[in-house]
């Protein structure tokens, strides 16, 4: 079919309102294309319009003309069927807990669960969908100072920025620096919003300067 049959005038006014405002971006097109039908607009202009096939236009208007705004929606189950079972990505989330530093072992173990290849970009869509990020990991103390020494330090460095603030003495800071042979902080699959902490070893050999 060319055109779309005449309009009613609330059919018209729906189509607007469905343009204008619904969360859809493929029924705000697809009213917009039925408008352009409407007034006259040819399938091949309403195609460049949309950035669509012509093909993609008829199957719009066909659909409308038979069953309305019934027509108008996408059915359950267009599109490609999904290769991977409910329950994989939980299995994928489960994997990226166990071993969230080794992305291959992720894939070596759905691949011997599932029994189905696995790619790298498919782990990545996975990670992306359970909001996971491959991101470096943060070091943290290998043990927490005890809370009397800690307390101490605080109230002693408060006193110096007292005697500084009065004028009695100078305050400097410094830092150390220098460089350690163990190889840099790992990266890990982390959710989002959340990052990994490893302990710092306490054999870690390194050279001040």
């Not at 236009?57 to 079972?85: C, E, K, L, M, N």
């Amino acid at each position: 079919m060319t055109y779309v049959a005449p309009l009613t005038a609330v059919e018209i006014h729906t189509l607007h309102e469905m343009h204008r405002s619904h969360p859809s971006r493929r029924a705000r097109m697809r009213a917009h294309s039925l408008l352009l039908s409407h007034h006259g607009v040819s399938m091949p202009h309403i195609a460049r319009i949309s950035q669509v096939d012509y093909r993609s236009v008829s199957s719009w208007i066909d659909p409308w003309q038979t069953r309305g705004f019934v027509g108008f929606y996408d059915q359950p189950g267009a599109g490609r069927r999904p290769t991977r079972s409910l329950d994989e990505p939980q299995k994928v989330q489960q994997y990226l807990q166990d071993a969230p530093q080794d992305f291959k072992q992720v894939v070596h173990q759905l691949e011997q669960e599932t029994k189905k290849g696995v790619s790298t970009q498919t782990m990545k869509r996975l990670m992306k969908k359970h909001r996971y990020v491959w991101k470096r990991m943060r070091q943290a103390p290998a043990k927490s100072p005890a809370p009397h020494q800690d307390e101490r330090r605080k109230v002693f460095m408060h006193h110096l920025q007292q005697r500084e603030a009065v004028g009695a003495g100078a305050l400097w800071y410094f830092d150390g620096t220098g460089f350690c042979f163990t190889p840099c902080l790992p990266y890990a699959g982390q959710p989002i919003g959340h990052t990994s902490e490893i302990p710092a070893s306490s054999h870690r050999q390194g050279v001040n300067v």
